[in-house]
């Protein structure tokens, strides 16, 4: 039995290097200067990061917290909000504006290509009630990544509210909150950062801000409250200064509660050892690893003779190929030959299970996560080999050596090999 697998997946990666050393090293005690200390500089990085200087606050809950906390602090009940979405992400996304007791106008396009700005627009012109959009940025569920700089021009021209959810492509995608117009950017640890799940980040503008202060009725929820998640750190400022001071000279007014729950010293240190150790790496650096590493995968799904979801190379995802596998290959039938033979763990294709999205996708698929630690030249390398031998294993005849051959040509130099 493999006991350390590959983790080549799409939900939590692999955890980096300085994570691993930090996580637990010390019981830090939550409402006291170390962990403010690192909520601090946490939140700066995301800052630089996203290039925002709008507030950047933590939602105490998996990445979905961070989009229903959002959806459901700037809707009421009846507000119409439209959802593009060429993906399961963004169905779940028009989901939780019902949930939040808004009216989700869905913007469908086909599986495999991007959202398109110009039909975001038409559909902006002739609904003139709609609050704001929102969208995914990188579509883990099918590999495909929108264009959120056009359609950030377009809640500009509008003058609507734009929500991101950049949960799987922030750190393998160039991501400008302020320069795009993003009103609502949501991100966290679990993907290309390597860190765990459970703490996520939101970056909120000020005309989102007044968007919730203007609001007739409260906020719908308690833990799911962006203003609530705003009061910790309302706090956390004045706790940091009162405590310099060793004495109570900032008085701090709060709108729902100090905090919507107790915040995790455990993952507040994982978050913040990654943002440090890609601050060292630098953001671009990072990118591009991860741009290498998906063209990497790409060439060789190619060379094996097989397609992927994505239809147009432009909006390949870098940090994630929905691979189509060959009729007779499903995907627990490969995926569980590759957890137990070649030590390889994959995203599944589940979305194909989903009766919204049955008939469109309509093929199994697998999907090879290149986030994080994932994105590295061996660990493609050797992704690429086993999804090889292993749809050769399963009957199927494909050129594992020129699919290897073609991965190692993306990446080229020795240099480039990280
Ligand atoms: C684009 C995107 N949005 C939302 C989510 C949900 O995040 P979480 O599982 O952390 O709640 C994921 C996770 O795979 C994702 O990839």
């Given at each position: 039995?493999?006991q350390?697998?590959?983790?080549?997946?799409?939900?939590?990666t692999?955890?980096?290097?300085?994570?691993?050393r930090?996580?637990?090293?010390?019981?830090?005690?939550?409402y006291?200067?170390?962990?403010?200390?690192?909520?601090?500089?946490?939140l700066?990085?995301?800052?630089?990061?996203?290039?925002?200087?709008?507030?950047?606050?933590?939602?105490?809950g998996?990445?979905?917290?961070?989009?229903?906390?959002?959806?459901?602090?700037?809707?009421?009940?009846?507000?119409?909000?439209?959802?593009?979405?060429?993906?399961?992400?963004?169905?779940?996304m028009s989901?939780?504006v019902?949930?939040?007791?808004?009216?989700?106008?869905?913007?469908?396009?086909p599986?495999?290509?991007?959202v398109d700005?110009?039909?975001?627009?038409?559909a902006?012109?002739?609904?003139?009630?709609?609050k704001?959009?929102?969208?995914?940025?990188g579509?883990?569920?099918?590999?495909?990544?929108n264009?959120?700089?056009?359609?950030g021009?377009v809640?500009r021209e509008r003058?609507?509210?734009?929500?991101?959810d950049a949960?799987?492509?922030?750190?393998?995608?160039?991501?400008?909150?302020?320069d795009?117009g993003i009103?609502?950017?949501?991100?966290?640890?679990?993907?290309?950062l390597?860190?765990?799940?459970?703490?996520?980040?939101?970056?909120?503008?000020?005309r989102?801000w007044?968007?919730?202060?203007?609001?007739?009725?409260?906020i719908?929820g308690?833990?799911m409250?962006?203003?609530?998640c705003?009061?910790?750190?309302?706090?956390?400022?004045a706790?940091?200064q009162?405590w310099?001071a060793g004495?109570?000279?900032v008085?701090?007014a709060l709108?729902?509660?100090?905090h919507p729950?107790?915040?995790?010293?455990?993952?507040?240190?994982g978050i913040?050892?990654?943002?440090?150790?890609?601050?060292?790496?630098?953001?671009?650096?990072c990118?591009?690893?991860?741009?290498?590493?998906?063209?990497?995968v790409r060439?060789?799904?190619?060379?094996m003779?097989?397609?992927?979801?994505?239809r147009?190379?432009?909006?390949?995802d870098?940090?994630v190929?929905?691979?189509?596998l060959?009729d007779?290959?499903?995907?627990?039938?490969i995926?569980?030959?590759l957890?137990?033979?070649y030590?390889?763990?994959?995203g599944d294709g589940?979305?194909?299970?989903?009766?919204v999205?049955?008939?469109?996708?309509?093929?199994?698929?697998?999907?090879v996560g290149?986030?994080?630690?994932?994105?590295r030249?061996?660990?493609?390398?050797?992704?690429?080999?086993?999804?090889?031998?292993?749809?050769?294993?399963?009957?199927?005849t494909?050129?594992?050596?020129?699919?290897?051959?073609?991965?190692?040509?993306?990446?080229?130099?020795?240099?480039?090999?990280?």
């Amino acid at each position: 039995m493999i006991q350390e697998h590959f983790n080549m997946s799409c939900g939590q990666t692999e955890l980096t290097p300085a994570c691993k050393r930090t996580i637990g090293r010390d019981v830090i005690p939550i409402y006291y200067p170390p962990l403010w200390e690192m909520e601090h500089e946490a939140l700066s990085l995301w800052k630089e990061f996203l290039g925002t200087k709008n507030d950047v606050i933590i939602v105490f809950g998996t990445g979905t917290s961070g989009v229903e906390a959002s959806l459901n602090s700037i809707l009421e009940p009846g507000d119409r909000f439209l959802v593009a979405r060429n993906g399961m992400f963004g169905e779940i996304m028009s989901c939780m504006v019902e949930a939040a007791g808004g009216v989700a106008v869905r913007l469908p396009f086909p599986i495999g290509d991007p959202v398109d700005p110009d039909a975001v627009a038409a559909a902006l012109a002739k609904d003139r009630s709609i609050k704001g959009f929102g969208v995914v940025h990188g579509e883990t569920s099918v590999g495909v990544t929108n264009p959120i700089r056009e359609l950030g021009a377009v809640a500009r021209e509008r003058d609507v509210l734009f929500l991101v959810d950049a949960i799987s492509s922030f750190g393998s995608e160039a991501l400008q909150v302020d320069d795009w117009g993003i009103d609502l950017c949501v991100v966290n640890g679990q993907k290309c950062l390597g860190a765990p799940q459970g703490n996520t980040f939101v970056s909120v503008s000020p005309r989102a801000w007044k968007v919730m202060g203007d609001r007739k009725q409260k906020i719908r929820g308690f833990y799911m409250n962006l203003r609530a998640c705003q009061d910790y750190l309302t706090m956390v400022s004045a706790e940091r200064q009162n405590w310099a001071a060793g004495a109570n000279q900032v008085e701090f007014a709060l709108q729902e509660a100090p905090h919507p729950a107790s915040p995790s010293f455990v993952l507040m240190q994982g978050i913040w050892a990654s943002l440090v150790a890609m601050k060292e790496e630098g953001l671009a650096a990072c990118i591009a690893r991860h741009e290498t590493a998906g063209r990497a995968v790409r060439a060789a799904v190619k060379t094996m003779g097989l397609d992927y979801l994505c239809r147009d190379e432009r909006f390949a995802d870098h940090a994630v190929t929905a691979v189509l596998l060959p009729d007779g290959i499903g995907d627990y039938q490969i995926r569980r030959h590759l957890y137990d033979r070649y030590g390889v763990v994959l995203g599944d294709g589940n979305m194909a299970s989903w009766e919204v999205f049955k008939r469109e996708v309509g093929r199994s698929y697998v999907r090879v996560g290149t986030m994080g630690e994932a994105a590295r030249y061996h660990k493609v390398v050797y992704a690429v080999f086993s999804l090889g031998m292993a749809l050769q294993d399963l009957g199927a005849t494909v050129d594992i050596d020129g699919a290897v051959r073609a991965a190692q040509a993306v990446y080229g130099t020795e240099r480039d090999r990280q």
